[in-house]
């Protein structure tokens, strides 16, 4: 089946002072009611990043023809709608790793003539605009101190979207979601 294939998919995150980490995925298609894994280094990174988050979300589209209200210039409605998110300081993290379900009540991705639904994983990273960030304090200190992190830290973000494909989920799955009605009888 398409959403079985696994093999590790890696992509270079940057921005434009460096290198952030490296995302890690290892398949593209899912099926509803899947989990979506991913996992995160930032240990090979040259610029600090001080939190991410990523949201699994849907991408509807309508052409404008069909629009109630029409937008100037012919360009087709957007609108986004978030189903998981996970967000994570990681000031010092080397690596991480989320997961992310994708609903059993969602609509699979799909496209017509009037509207198309895509799924995505869309990041937002906030990294350190000072070179070689280093918020610990030293390790040898003659006599104890009390060490506490600066109060401001000038930051930068950006965002990233990464496709992905939900198709279906298996009949089976799918009553787990939605139970019918049921009878039970009690013999006394």
């Known amino acids: 089946p398409a959403t079985s294939c696994r093999s590790l998919h ?3 995150i940057s921005d434009g002072r460096g290198k952030v980490g490296t995302f890690g995925i290892f398949k593209s298609v899912y099926r509803l ?11 090979e990174g040259t610029v600090a990043c001080l939190q991410f988050s990523v949201s699994l979300q849907t991408e509807e589209r309508v052409q ?14 957007v609108s986004h709608v978030t189903h998981a998110r996970h967000q994570e300081s990681c000031l010092h993290t080397t690596r991480t790793s989320f997961s992310l379900p994708i609903p059993l009540s969602s609509t699979p991705g799909f496209c ?9 994983l869309h990041f937002e990273f906030v990294t350190s605009r000072e070179p070689g960030l280093v918020l610990l304090p030293p390790l040898e200190q003659p ?16 965002s990233w979207d990464l496709p992905i494909k939900v198709l279906p989920t298996s009949p089976t799955l799918a ?4 139970p019918g009605p049921s009878t ?4 006394i």
């Open 10 to 12: 890696l992509y270079n």
């Open 33 to 43: 009611g899947e989990d979506v894994v991913g996992t995160l280094n930032l240990g």
């Open 64 to 77: 404008p023809e069909y629009q109630r209200r029409r937008r100037t210039g012919g360009v087709p409605s």
């Open 112 to 120: 017509t003539a009037i509207v198309s639904l895509k799924w995505r």
């Open 143 to 158: 006599e104890p101190v009390t060490w506490t992190g600066p109060e401001q830290v000038p930051v930068d973000t950006f």
């Open 175 to 178: 009553s787990y979601a939605a």
């Open 184 to 187: 039970s009888t009690i013999t």
